[in-house]
């Protein structure tokens, strides 16, 4: 009886903790353990909290409602969590970076709407409700980045973007291994991603598969946007023009004949009935004037 | 004395001296007199008087000088701003995609709009309706701007030319040349143009502004109004108001000879055609032939339920008014 007695109170307690644990693993983000790692390089002070609490109140307040406060929108499922939670502070400074690039269900991501310096400026302000927080800076130097170069080759037959990006220190010219690279092609309210995120192999190079049936301007020209990113030498971003798109020319959407254009080019079928029209009613005119002259002419003689 | 007197007299030099100053003096005194003169009569000629009947049935006498010759057609005395904005962007051909699996009915595109378009509360550009079909099926939210046809039935009736399709496929009005006999609006499949029926919200702030017919600000009492696509920032290469003021990635907006739709709220860009047939994309009322540049995508996998409160009104036609 008492063992039994144990052996129901042990299942009930295994069945509690199981559904609490797969409810939390509901709410875990699944990140990969490269993001995780991810440091930021802008040392977090209280100038970059506050800069931070400006763009929070901008692009997070809405739903996250006042850090410490759990006032965010109740009305949200998953709701918003309170971003001075431990659940938020048990992450890892790359994971909130991780979350803020990709974004779920009702949150957006801020990767395009966001720079990175004010994607870590609102991490740094969400740390700062953390007296336990110790910062760990990653290695890049932003400075550095200038001496990066990206070279771009394109191969027709294969229709494949070739990458290779290589800093040129004093020491000599150092190849980036397992950098973050994206190819984007540049549109008239933004950037178009090329084929996915990928990273640089051991010789610094990259092949991206760009699509054959990508529209250009009149003879075809594209405008090619590469981003690196990498833990050393921080963001890149280079641009080139070049001759790989579909020549596109299409005519204006005013251009063909129809009933709602301007008179001059309204359809040949209304300009004929019209014009048909007016004439044989003013040849009419004319017969009925003419014969009104034969009459008198007529009376005149009698 | 005579003898003297006829003595003709001998010029001395300080004579001559002083006659010549006195014939200059005059003659520049006499030319540029004349000069004047004749100046004055080209002006008066030039310059005659003229009697003009004004707007407001008033005869005013105004100096030639000062009038300007009026165009026989309403075109040929466009302002800068009404050319531009009929002549549109070069080789763009705008098209917009609303995401109805995103909609919650924030409502903040209308806002937005309303805001940049001067307009009151009850007048729509863009709408977010409740809809249900039918008895059992789901009910949604769905934004509804004008669909800026390609072939626009409320442009085919305008009498006048005050509404018109650009060549990047926009439909504008403008108010300047409109009548306001709204024929447009009973045109119109979509319900898309609002009436100016009272005086414009902000009358009075607005009234030194320059007309845009891109913004259609400042707005006319007794002219149709309706949505611009948001013509004055697609010039500026920024989006349209109500799209970047989306708080939940519902719309996309970019150009189709691009291939390439930007999204409001995240900015991130997509193929256009792809997005559509992934999505089985679709346009409002394809049957009538208006060949809309608005697309939706179903409201499929939504992660927010349609609200209990507004299911009476989405349902009212169909008899679910206490659903």
């Known amino acids: 009886m008492f063992r039994k007695n144990i052996i129901i109170k042990i299942t009930i307690a295994f069945i509690i903790t199981a559904f609490f644990s797969l409810q939390l693993n509901a709410q875990r983000w699944d990140v990969p353990s490269n993001k995780k790692a991810k440091n930021s390089y802008i040392k977090f002070d209280n100038n970059t909290a506050k800069s931070g609490e400006e763009v929070y109140t901008k692009n997070c307040k809405s739903c996250h409602g006042d850090v410490g406060k759990a006032n965010g929108n109740k009305t949200l499922n998953p709701q918003p969590p309170d971003l001075s939670s431990t659940l938020t502070q048990e992450l890892t400074d790359g994971e909130l970076f991780y979350i803020l690039n990709t974004g779920r269900n009702a949150m957006p991501n801020f990767k395009n709407t966001l720079s990175e310096e004010d994607r870590w400026k609102v991490i740094s302000y969400i740390r700062s409700f953390n007296k336990k927080y110790v910062q760990v800076l990653s290695k890049t130097d932003p400075s ?12 027709a037959a294969t229709n494949k973007m070739n990458l290779s990006v290589v800093a040129n220190e004093a020491s000599g010219p150092v190849v980036l291994k397992d950098a973050e690279v994206m190819l984007f092609v540049s549109r008239y309210f933004g950037k178009l991603q090329i084929d996915k995120t990928i990273r640089t192999d051991k010789d610094g190079n990259a092949t991206f598969n760009f699509p054959k049936d ?81 009459i008198s002419k007529i009376g005149a003689q009698q | 004395m005579s003898e003297q007197e006829e003595k003709p007299k001998e010029k001395t030099r300080r004579d001559f001296l002083k006659q010549v100053g006195i014939v200059g003096i005059g003659s520049v005194l006499a030319g540029s007199a004349i000069i004047a003169g004749i100046n004055y009569d080209k002006r008066k000629t030039k310059g005659a008087r003229i009697k003009v009947l004004t707007a407001e049935n008033e005869l005013l ?8 010759k009026v165009g026989k057609f309403k075109a040929e005395n466009l302002s800068y701003m009404q050319k531009q904005a009929r002549e549109g962007i070069k080789g763009k051909r705008w098209v917009m995609v609303i995401d109805l699996s995103k909609c919650k009915n924030a409502r903040k595109c209308m806002s937005a709009c309303q805001d940049a378009h001067h307009l009151r509360p009850e007048q729509h550009h863009i709408n977010v309706l409740k809809m249900q079909e039918s008895t059992n099926t789901a009910p949604y939210y769905m934004a509804k701007p004008c669909q800026h046809c390609d072939n626009p039935p409320c442009v085919a009736v305008c009498p006048v030319d005050a509404t018109y399709k650009r060549p990047d496929g926009i439909v504008l009005i403008d108010n300047e040349v409109c009548i306001g006999c709204r024929f447009c609006i009973a045109a119109c499949p979509y319900s ?120 009476p009104e989405a349902g009212e036609h169909i008899g679910n008014n206490n659903a």
């Open chain 1, 144 to 155: 550095k980045s200038k001496l990066v170069k990206i070279n771009m080759n394109f191969n």
């Open chain 1, 214 to 294: 990508l529209p250009g301007d009149s003879i075809g020209n594209l405008t090619i946007v590469a981003k690196v990113s990498d833990e050393i030498y921080g963001e890149i971003e280079s641009q080139t023009k070049l001759t790989i798109g579909v020549p596109t020319d299409k005519p204006s959407l005013t251009a063909k004949r129809a009933i709602w254009n301007v008179l001059k080019l309204a359809p040949w079928w209304i300009i004929i009935t019209y014009t048909s029209i007016v004439l044989i009613v003013g040849l009419f005119l004319v017969l009925i004037v003419r014969n009104l002259f034969r």
């Open chain 2, 61 to 68: 006498e105004i100096d030639r000088n000062d009038a300007t």
């Open chain 2, 192 to 311: 898309a143009r609002v009436f100016n029926w009272t005086d414009p919200i902000r009358a009075e702030e607005d009234k030194d502004l320059v007309y845009n017919p891109e913004l259609n600000v400042p707005q006319k009492k007794g002219t149709v109004s309706k949505c611009c696509f948001s013509a004055d920032r697609c010039r500026e290469g920024k989006l349209p108001y109500c799209v970047s003021a989306c708080p939940n990635g519902v719309y996309y907006f970019g150009d189709e000879n691009e291939d390439a739709v930007t999204n409001g709220t995240t900015k991130e860009t997509v193929r256009f055609r792809k997005l559509i047939e992934d999505n089985a994309g679709y346009r409002l009322m394809s049957e009538l032939g208006t060949d809309t540049r608005v697309y939706y995508l179903p409201p499929k996998n939504r992660t927010q339920p349609f609200k209990e409160e507004d299911k």
